[in-house]
């Protein structure tokens, strides 16, 4: 019979993990596989479906969630965990690495034509309106008057108050006449030859200017939002934007695609629509590359770059500049280009 020293000892019970704990490696876990799918997918080039097509407009930003979840995995030691934040940290820096870094534009060829002002505002339902008139007319007033005007959202309130901006100072325009965000506007110092523009929900009216002896397409961009329920539709519309730059590159026509394009460089649909038409982003080399356009009211650096100026090879972007209207929840943005003869 073995005495009781031969008997096998009772290992002791392990320590239960505290219940916070594991809720918190749980949370630092679903952070970091929520990142980890959005960084994928850009890296993938796929805009994916909602909520991932949402997530992708302010990539930069999820270096914070991804930051936090390293802490958290450190403070946890969970090794794995900490590696695997490290990954989708450096990923996401990557991709978020300051636009415009390295990137020059070559100058066009042929002597410079024309000196070409471009100002886009989406006026929110025609709200800011006024305010963007008084910006026009302070950069009149200043000697930099705008010599195209976009204006996104412009409500049958927005036509009429167009009508203040006297037509010897933009005597040709294509405006369309529609109410809420279904308005939009064209307005030129440079003759124009109005266009069908693009099918859209939103009104995307184009046209064809002469600028400098050159004949120079310009096409007005208003996408619909990649909210839930609607991301089908909004890349059906941005695929008609990059369908009509294709066309325009074809022909070599000189273009501005100028608007709200509910979109940034993180979605492949953008990024598709500046290499198909050979664009350039006004802001990327004007010296904006780094400002928000939206939402208005979030402090900088918060906020994406949704509002775009995109211009064909035959310009060379001296400044990009958004400003400050009050009534809307966009920045304006202002651009001075140079046209190659």
């Not at 089908?232 to 394009?261: K, M, N």
Request: proline fraction near 9%; charge should be positive; glycine fraction near 8%.
């Amino acid at each position: 019979m073995p005495s009781r020293a031969d008997r096998p000892r009772a290992q002791p019970p392990r320590p239960r993990r505290p219940l916070v704990l594991s809720l918190a490696r749980w949370a630092t876990g679903l952070t970091l596989l929520v990142v980890s799918v959005v960084v994928a997918c850009r890296v993938l080039g796929t805009d994916a479906v909602t909520p991932v097509t949402q997530l992708l407009a302010p990539l930069p930003w999820l270096l914070v969630p991804a930051g936090a979840a390293l802490a958290a995995a450190a403070a946890l030691r969970w090794r794995a965990g900490a590696l695997w934040a490290v990954v989708v940290l450096a990923v996401t820096a990557w991709f978020a690495r300051p636009f415009g870094a390295g990137e020059t534009a070559p100058a066009p060829p042929g002597p410079v034509v024309a000196h070409v002002s471009v100002l886009t505002s989406n006026v929110e339902f025609g709200q800011a309106a006024p305010r963007l008139i008084d910006e026009v007319r302070r950069e009149t007033a200043h000697g930099q008057k705008p010599g195209i005007v976009f204006v996104e959202e412009c409500s049958l309130r927005c036509s009429a108050l167009l009508e203040r901006l006297p037509r010897t100072a933009y005597p040709y325009r294509n405006v369309v006449r529609q109410d809420g965000s279904k308005g939009s506007a064209i307005l030129s110092v440079y003759p124009l030859r109005n266009t069908a523009g693009i099918p859209s929900t939103m009104a995307m009216p184009g046209a064809v200017a002469t600028i400098g002896g050159r004949a120079v397409r310009l096409q007005l961009a208003h996408p619909l939002p990649p909210i839930s329920g609607q991301v089908a539709a909004w890349r059906t519309e941005l695929g008609r934007i990059q369908a009509y730059a294709a066309a325009s590159a074809r022909d070599g026509t000189p273009g501005i695609v100028a608007g709200d394009f509910n979109a940034t460089r993180d979605h492949a649909a953008f990024r598709h629509l500046l290499s198909a038409g050979g664009l350039r982003d006004s802001a990327l080399y004007g010296g904006a590359a780094h400002t928000p356009s939206w939402p208005h009211a979030a402090p900088r650096p918060l906020g994406v770059q949704i509002d775009h100026v995109l211009v064909s090879r035959e310009f060379q972007v001296r400044e990009a500049r958004f400003i400050d209207l009050s009534g809307t929840d966009h920045r304006a943005l202002r651009v001075r280009l140079d046209l190659h003869g």
